[in-house]
Structure formats: structure tokens, C-alpha cells
């Protein structure tokens, strides 16, 4: 860790929370990797993760998750024409440890869940509350970002402490300042010159599939089929049944030991696909169809997401690009920005993109065709 410097102006960046649960949570969502990259913007910032160029994965802390965020980021090259009185800034990057920067924030996060649980042995109510409890499930069947989860059922300020974020200058240590119980803690990590690769392309406008479901049905999916840890896995959707199908093949139980497959096949009905489109043509087969195989391991990695997560987006395009899109819902969070004080509900959402392996002609794919969405009635 580096020591603090002595600046002159004010910080390119400084933001506080009332709690650092929130936050803890989505950037463990893409901890595959030990360095993160991290842009800051005057909306929020982006922590960018990247393995091997097959798999990449990205949180976003919106400036709602915020009780105040400051940004005196510098204007972007080129903007000083006289006709624009107000140029738009440069957001500023940067790397940084992953597992540093979680282990700082847990030090926030133990000390509230220790407050919650020392308020919970001595009130009944709280003992008493279902929802506190983890046993009430909301309309959506899901509450792990519910307002009990992340901050003990209290409001978002109930623990008495503070994080503070800071960026002093170009160059300098991302800080992080944590107040509890009248205890200051400070830790300044080290920051890097930024390496984050390109993104994976992701072409929006060769769009071959669309499906929106709940999280935990994808979750508990990869659960079954990943049993005896596989290599791969085949994601298959078609407009003829089974509609959506997760297949895995291969095994790492051992040198020579027989391939082993576990299929999971989703029915067509509301209350498992919101949403269904398919416009990819497979020539072979003569049907709209989509099927990619990808590495297991990878997919895998993105099992805290679908953790945490209420809605989750998959897409995949005409290379064989697989997108997956998580909207997890923070409550009882914000302020900074017209967010969501007093408790209220806000979204943040985690992107990852996988690559697939390279397959052979026959099982290429091209788009045709409007792809209107399917009404997913009941089956």
C-alpha cells in the first residue's frame, strides 16, 4: 500500500457510504480476477474484470449507492470549443487489487454484521421478523438484496459509520476511510497504470437470441448440471422445444475417466422465461437455433452474480458471443444525485461477456429474419 500524499486542490474523486454492503457485494461478483480495473465517471464508477480474453465481467457502482459523490475529473481532450460552456470530463482510470480492496471493505462489513447481530439478541421484535430471519420471500422470489440483507433492518445509516472514498490525484493511492464506533481506520491502495483490454465485441445489431428469466432459475440450473464438475457446457435455444437447454460434457475427475453429461431443459412458460426471441437460423438443421459451447469454469465464475441478482439477461450474437446481464435490486441505499433516500429501491447491474469455443461449419449460425419476441404463455 502506498502512503497518502499531500494535494493541493481538491480530490479527482471522493464519495461516502453509509454502508459498504452493497458495494462488498457486486465487486465479489466479479472477483475471478487479482487486479480490477476501475473508471471513474461523473455517474458512477466501473470496475472491469478480464480473464484471458474469454470471459470478462463488469459492476457498476451508480452514484445512487452513494450518500455524497464528488467528481473534479479533468475535461476531455478536444472539448475546448468555444461553443460548449460546460465540456465533458475525462473519466479517469486506473488498477488496483481486487482482493485488497474487498478485504478493506469487509472491515466496514464485519463490524456492522456484528452490530446487527448484538441488536437481535437483545430485541425480540428483530428476533421475531421473518424478513430479518431470511425466511420471507418478496413477489419476486428473491431477497438477497433486499433492505434486511444488506443492512440488518434497520435504515441505511443504522450502523453509525462511514466509508469514505477518495482518489487524490493522477498517480496517487485510491483511499478508503472507514469510521465505526468512534474507530478510524485508513488504507491506501497502491494504483497501477491501467491494462484493461478492449471489450469483447458484442455485435447489438446481429442479436441471434434473447431470453430474461430469474436468476436463481439460471443458478439452480448450473448447480445441477455442474455436479461432476464438467468442462463444458452447451447452451442450445431453439423456437421448437425444449426452448432453452444447458448441457454439459467432459469431466475433471480424473485422467481417462469417462466424459459425463447432465442436461437442464427449461418449459416454455411465464413463470420461467419473461422473455424469448430467436432469430438465429441454423443452416444445417433448417431451424431458429442458437448453440455455443463455452468453457464451464467460466460460466461458473458468474455464479455470485446470479446469486445476488433478481433478473438476469442472456443474449448471445452472431459470433458466438454469449452476454449475460444481471439487474440486482439495493435497497435502502443512496442519496447522492437524486438516488433513493429513505429507503427506497434502486438497480445496479453486472455485465458479462463470454467467448466460446471455435466449432465447425456445420454448426455456424446467421441471422434471418425479424425475430419477433415469443408471448410466453402458459405452457
Known sequence: MSHPTQDAGPPLFRAVASSTRPLYQLLKAVGFTNKIHVEITPEGLRFGADHARVMQGAAHWNKNLFASYTTNLPPAAGNGDDDDPEPEPEPVSFQISLPA???????????????????????????????INHQHRGGNGSDAFSHQTLHGGGSASSSNGTCILSYPSGGGPFSIILEEAGVKTTCNLTTYLPEMPEDIPFDIDDLSFKVIMQARYLLDALAEVGSMSPERLTIVVSRKEPYLRFRTS??????????????????????????????????????????????????????????????????????????????????????????????????????????????????????????????????
Not at 305 to 329: N, T, W, Y
Request: proline letters at 3%; charged letters at 30%.
Open 101 to 131: 480492496f474487498l478485504e478493506t471493505l469487509q472491515i466496514f462489513g464485519v463490524a456492522d454484521v456484528a452490530a446487527r447481530q448484538a441488536r437481535s439478541d437483545i430485541d425480540p421484535l428483530v428476533r421475531g421478523n421473518p424478513r
Open 250 to 379: 467432459g469431466s475433471h475427475s480424473g485422467a481417462g475417466a469417462p466424459g459425463v453429461e447432465s442436461t437442464v431443459d427449461f418449459r416454455r412458460g411465464r413463470d420461467l422465461l419473461e422473455t424469448f426471441s430467436v432469430r438465429a437460423v441454423d443452416r444445417a438443421k433448417g431451424e431458429r437455433r442458437w448453440s455455443q459451447t463455452f468453457k464451464f469454469d467460466t460460466i461458473k465464475a458468474a455464479t455470485e452474480a446470479m446469486r445476488i441478482a433478481s433478473k438476469v439477461s442472456l443474449r448471445g450474437d452472431g459470433q458466438g458471443v454469449l452476454s449475460m446481464q444481471f439487474m440486482v435490486e439495493v435497497e435502502g441505499v443512496g442519496g447522492a444525485g437524486g438516488g433513493v433516500p429513505g429507503g427506497g429501491a434502486g438497480l445496479s447491474f453486472l455485465d458479462f461477456r463470454f467467448v466460446p469455443y471455435a466449432t465447425d461449419g456445420d454448426e455456424e449460425t446467421d441471422t434471418e429474419g425479424e425475430g419477433d419476441d415469443v408471448d410466453m404463455g402458459e405452457a
